[in-house]
C-alpha cells in the first residue's frame, strides 16, 4: 500500500479536505465521549452534589469517596476472581486453540474438514441459545457455584472464534518451513513448540487480549451458573452493587470506573494489537 | 492429495480408523517400506516429505474438537431435547412431549417476544448499517486526526455490557440524568419508563456498543481497496461521492455480509444490555427472544418452555446466515477457511 503511493506520486491530490466527512465524525466523537465523561465526572461527586447538581456538570468538590466505598465493598475479591477465570480461560484456549490450527493448516482429511465446520457452526449460532443445557451440565458435574463452572464453558465458546483467527495467520507460514523441521526429523510436538509457536506469536497475542476481552466482561455465565458473593466477577458485581449501595450512584459508577481500568491499561499498551485481532477473524 | 488410496481413505473415516493410524504411527519404525500399504509416514526419507505425510496428529487437534463438543455441540443439542421435557431446574428433566412446544405456539407473548426480536434486528440494523459504513470508510482515511479519532472511537468496545448497561441506565435517569442535565424539553424524557420509548432506546445502546466494531471492519476493508481504482476514477473526473458509491460500495461487498450477519446475531443474543437496563420492560416492552428464554428458564423455573424460546432461537439466527451467504452468492465464511 505505502508503495503505490510512492510510486504514483502525486498525480491529483486528494481534492478538498472532506469537511462533511470531519464534522460528522466530529459528533461521533462527542456521542462516544459523552457517555464516559458523565460516568467519570458523576464518580467523583458526593452523593449530595449528585442530586443537587447539574448531571453533567464538573463536580463541585470532587472526591474519591465513592472509590473508597467501593474498595471496601470486596471490589478486590471480584477483581482476583474475574482475574482467575480471565488467564485461565485464555491460557487453555490460546493453547488448544494453536493446537488444533496448527493441525487444521497441516493436515486435510475428513475429519479435519469435519472439526473446521463445527468451529464455523459455533460462530454462526447464538451461544447464549445454550445457556439452559450448560446449566444442566454444570449442575450435573457438581460445579454450580464454582469459578471452573465460568472456565469451562468460557473456553468452549471461545474456541471457534480463536481457531479462525489463528488458522488464518498460521496459513502464511510457508510450508518450507514445515518441510525443512520435517526434513530433519522433528516430531510434531517439536515442530509445534520450536515453529508454530514462536511463528504465531502475534497472532496469540492478538486473539489473547481478544478473548480477555470477552471473558473479562462476560455477564452471562457468572450470572447463570454462579450465585454466591464469594464467586462473583466484576461485571456481575457491578450488578449487583446497584442494588446494595441503594441509589448511591456515585459508587456504582466509580466501580464501573475501576472494573475498565485494566482493560483501558490493555488497550493503551497493545491497542494496534487489539484492534488487529478483532478484525482479524472477520475482515479482509 | 495423498498417493496411497487406501490409507488416505482409512484416515479419512471417523474417528475410531483415524485413531488406528495415529496409533500405528507411534510405533518403532524399523526399516521403512515406502511401498508397502498404509504406511505413508514411513516413506519420509524416501520421497519428498510433502507428498508423503499427512501433517500432524490428530490428536493436537483433540482438545479443542472435546471440549467445544462438550460444552457447545451438547448444549446445542441438549436444547432440543430439553425443549420436548419438563424440569424446573431442580431435580432431572422427564419427557413431556410436545407440551412446551404447544404451549409456546399457543402464547401470545412468544409472538411479541419474536416480533420485538425481529425488530431489534431489523431496527439495529438500519442504525448501525449505514453508521458503521460511513464511520469505517472515514477511519480509514490516512489523516493524523482520523487517527486520533479512531482511538476513541474504539473505547465501547473495551467496556462490559453490564458496564455499558448501567451507566446508560443512570445517565437516562428522568430525574438525575441528562434530561434535566441540558434544559432541552426534547431530552426530558423517562426513557426507560416508557414502554414506547425504551425499546428505541435499547436500539440506540446497542449500536453505541457495536458500531465501533462494525466501523473497524468497514475500516479494515476500505484499507484494502487498491488506491488505483481512486487514481483512475479521479483522473476520469469522479467526485468523491461517486467514487464512493461506484468503488467503495461493491469494493465492500464481503465486509458488508460478514459485518450484515453478526449484527444480527449480536442483535439476537443482545441479551445482558437489555437484562441490566430494563430486565425486558417495562410490561414487556424490551422483551425480545433471548431475555424471554432467561425469564421463563431461569425466573419462573420452566427450562423446557426456555429450551423451546432457544430452539427457536437457534434457528432464527442459523437461517439469517444463511440467508445472508446465499444472497451475496458465495460461502464467505467458508471460503475463508478452505482453499489451503
Known sequence: MAQASVARPRMRKRQRPNVVGGLLGFFWLVLIIGPIYYVVITSLKDQADYYSSNALGIPTNPTLRAYRIVLQNDFLHYFINSLIVAVVTVAVVVAISLMASYVIVRRSSRIVHLSQRVFLLGIAIPIQATIVPVYYLIVQLHLYDTLPALILPGIAFAIPITVLILV????????????????DGASDWRTFISLVLPLSKPAITTVAIYDALNCWNGFLFPLILTQSEDKRTLPLSLWSYQGEFNSDIPAVLAAIVLSCLPILAAYIIGRRQLVAGLTAGFGK | MSSDGTAAAAADRPTSSGAEVLLRKKEPLPDADPSGPGSPRRSISASSPKASRKGPSLWMLAPAVAFFAAFGLVPLLGTVVLSFCDWNGLGSPTFSGLDNWTSVLKDGSTYHALWLTVLMCVGTFVVQFPISLLLGVFMAGQQRYRAVMSVLYFLPLLFSAAAIGIAFKNL????????????????????????????????????????????LLYQAGARQIPKSLYEAAQLDGAGRVRCFFSITLPQLKYTMVTSTTLMIVGALTAFDLIYVMTNGGPGDATRILPVDMYLDGFKSNQMGVASVVAVILIGLALSFALLLNKLSGSDRMESQMEGM
Request: with cysteine; charged share 10%.
Open chain 1, 168 to 183: 488464518n495467520y498460521l496459513r502464511d507460514i510457508p510450508n518450507e518451513l514445515y518441510d525443512s523441521m520435517h526434513a
Open chain 2, 172 to 215: 437516562l435517569d428522568p430525574n438525575f440524568g441528562v434530561s434535566n442535565a441540558l434544559h432541552l424539553g426534547l431530552l426530558q424524557q423517562d426513557w426507560l419508563g416508557s414502554p414506547t420509548l425504551a425499546f428505541w432506546v435499547i436500539i440506540a445502546v446497542v449500536s453505541w456498543c457495536f458500531i465501533p466494531f462494525h466501523s
